[in-house]
T-cell receptor
Framework: RKEVEQDPGPFNVPEGATVAFNCTYS??????FFWYRQDCRKEPKLLMS???SGNEDGRFTAQLNRASQYISLLIRDSKLSDSATYLC????????????FGRGTSLIVHP | DTEVTQTPKHLVMGMTNKKSLKCEQH?????MYWYKQKAKKPPELMFV???????INESVPSRFSPECPNSSLLNLHLHALQPEDSALYLC????????????FGPGTRLTVT
């Protein structure tokens, strides 16, 4: 089993739809979790940190489920500009500098 | 300001050339990183500097040589590269602790001919 797994997609949704991605991790001691967005041929940009209590920023909601070892990202009212690859990033416990990236989930929002 | 800058944006080099990639941040971050990213793959960690000292080298070939002249600057010196080293090279920085949010620069797209 890979350390961090994501469904590569693509998820093809119409504008205005709600879409959710999950990211599972294998190390139960993992302590820091993030979602990044990466546009084609651009750098990853931090989208959200994922806290134990969840995190919401406008149309975006991130949740952590420690019992089942996954994080999720929910996007409401999808916009064309949300089309991108969404990468989850997991850090193991102990302040390790070595993040584990998921392969990314591709989202395509169409008119 | 969460800006990390990188130069050059694009670089084409022959296998016998020596070149350097540069990265700069002015956020007061104490950890800086080099990543390599191939198409349709996630970034792969190469090096981590913490407080200007190399703390992690992910078994990177010696033809890649990192340097951290000061807390704001990070260089990656390239020598005798192979065509398979062609990739997007990303620099990132984070506040201090290794599990903080990382902020990425725009990257240098390297082509080795």
């Amino acid at each position: 089993r890979k350390e961090v797994e994501q469904d590569p997609g693509p998820f093809n949704v119409p504008e205005g739809a709600t879409v959710a991605f999950n990211c599972t991790y294998s190390n139960s001691a993992s302590q820091s979790f993030f979602w990044y967005r990466q546009d084609c041929r651009k750098e990853p940009k931090l989208l959200m940190s994922v806290y134990s209590s969840g995190n919401e920023d406008g149309r975006f909601t991130a949740q952590l489920n420690r019992a089942s070892q996954y994080i999720s990202l929910l996007i409401r009212d999808s916009k064309l500009s949300d089309s991108a690859t969404y990468l989850c990033v997991v850090f193991p416990a102990g302040g390790s500098y070595i993040p584990t990236f998921g392969r990314g989930t591709s989202l395509i929002v169409h008119p | 300001d969460t800006e990390v800058t990188q130069t050059p944006k694009h670089l084409v080099m022959g296998m016998t050339n020596k070149k350097s990639l540069k990265c700069e941040q002015h956020m007061g971050h104490r950890a800086m990183y080099w990543y390599k990213q191939k198409a349709k793959k996630p970034p792969e960690l190469m090096f981590v500097y913490s407080y200007e000292k190399l703390s992690i080298n992910e078994s990177v070939p010696s033809r890649f040589s990192p340097e951290c002249p000061n807390s704001s600057l990070l260089n990656l010196h390239l020598h005798a590269l192979q065509p398979e080293d062609s990739a997007l090279y990303l620099c990132a920085s984070s506040q201090e602790d290794g599990s903080d949010e990382q902020y990425f620069g725009p990257g240098t797209r390297l082509t080795v001919t």
